[in-house]
T-cell receptor
Framework: GAGVSQSPRYKVAKRGQDVALRCDPI?????LFWYQQALGQGPEFLTY????????KSGLPSDRFFAERPEGSVSTLKIQRTQQEDSAVYLC?????????????FGQGTRLTVV | QKEVEQDPGPLSVPEGAIVSLNCTYS??????FMWYRQYSRKGPELLMY????GNKEDGRFTAQVDKSSKYISLFIRDSQPSDSATYLC?????????????FGRGTQLTVWP
């Protein structure tokens, strides 16, 4: 596709429910990032993949958060036993290479509301 | 204290005004500096990208980085209503293969006709 695609665009979950958020990066992009953006805040880093390898997961807020990218393309962010504080926009970004001066392209995000 | 501090505004200016947006950061390891624009309910899109200190100009936009004071600026000349958005500064470390970005909280800008 032309850009980073995320689905669903909107998700309402009852507290305690598990959710799965999908990211389709730009074809051929090696690096993939997940960010969490709370209302009125800037994006906060969650985790980073280089191909299928998860190189940094230091931003995941708890062990309820899990991300995978098994074939080095599509990635899924899973949140177990959702809590109200998980309500945020989850952004995925991808970039072509791993070196520092390549642009990261963001998807439109998935807006998660936990009720 | 957050790695990157940014005044959230909101900032409201008339069309044609010069807009100045600013951020400060705390980590001397940051080498790459970016400004993203984010429209409502959209993902951030890259506006400007600079490496180390100095100025960079692109049309009506000028980005400045002063590493000695750890200060990042974006200037918008002849502002237009279509510039109304949230502007996010971001930075990342040099010398690492990891591309993690550190964002400010964003400044909400409204340009009225």
């Amino acid at each position: 596709g032309a850009g980073v695609s995320q689905s669903p665009r909107y998700k309402v979950a009852k507290r305690g429910q598990d959710v799965a958020l999908r990211c389709d990066p730009i074809s051929g992009h090696v690096s993939l990032f997940w960010y969490q953006q709370a209302l009125g805040q800037g994006p906060e880093f969650l985790t980073y993949f280089q191909n299928e390898a998860q190189l940094d997961k230091s931003g995941l807020p708890s062990d309820r958060f899990f991300a995978e990218r098994p074939e080095g393309s599509v990635s899924t962010l899973k949140i177990q036993r959702t809590q109200q504080e998980d309500s945020a926009v989850y952004l995925c970004a991808s970039s072509l290479q791993t070196d520092m001066n390549t642009e990261a392209f963001f998807g439109q995000g998935t807006r998660l509301t936990v009720v | 204290q957050k790695e990157v501090e940014q005044d959230p505004g909101p900032l409201s200016v008339p069309e044609g005004a010069i807009v100045s947006l600013n951020c400060t950061y705390s980590n001397s390891a940051f080498q790459y500096f970016m400004w993203y624009r984010q429209y409502s309910r959209k993902g951030p899109e890259l506006l400007m990208y600079t490496y180390s200190s100095g100025n960079k100009e692109d049309g009506r936009f000028t980005a400045q980085v002063d590493k000695s004071s750890k200060y990042i600026s974006l200037f918008i000349r002849d502002s237009q209503p279509s510039d109304s958005a949230t502007y996010l500064c971001a930075t990342k470390e040099g010398g690492s293969t990891l591309g993690r970005l550190y964002f400010g909280r964003g400044t909400q800008l409204t340009v009225w006709p």
